[in-house]
């Protein structure tokens, strides 16, 4: 049974960082593309970052040189590093995968930028 399970979420003051993980079970991890991504109140989910099975990332470009996605695969597990965090990357972060054309999500971390 494929399960992804996001942790680390939580309240963080302007300028502060969080470290996201999402473990995965069920499906062999190191094969497949992994994502992020993030929902805030009110608005449409949206992509944050991907890491290829080959270990490419991409970013959206508000959260280039700030966020970090990384993978290691004898653990399971995607993080995303979130640095210089802003208010405006309150939202709940999800990660994602797909597999044979079926999405796979997490049920997601709550972030909460505040000060």
């Known amino acids: 049974q494929v399960q992804l399970v996001e942790s680390g979420g939580g309240l963080v003051q302007p300028g502060g960082s969080l470290r996201l993980s999402c473990t995965a079970s069920?499906?062999?991890?190191?094969?497949?593309?992994m994502n992020w991504f993030r929902q805030a109140p009110g608005n449409e989910r949206e992509w944050v970052a991907t890491i290829s099975s080959i270990q490419t990332t991409y970013y959206r470009d508000s959260v280039k040189g700030r966020f970090t996605i990384s993978r290691d695969n004898a653990k399971d597990t995607v993080y995303l590093q979130m640095n210089n965090l802003k208010p405006e990357d309150t939202a709940v972060y999800f990660c994602?995968?797909?597999?044979?054309?079926?999405?796979?999500w997490g049920k997601g971390t709550p972030v909460t930028v505040s000060s």
């Open positions: 069920g499906f062999p991890f190191s094969n497949y593309d």
């Open positions: 994602k995968f797909r597999r044979y054309g079926v999405e796979y």
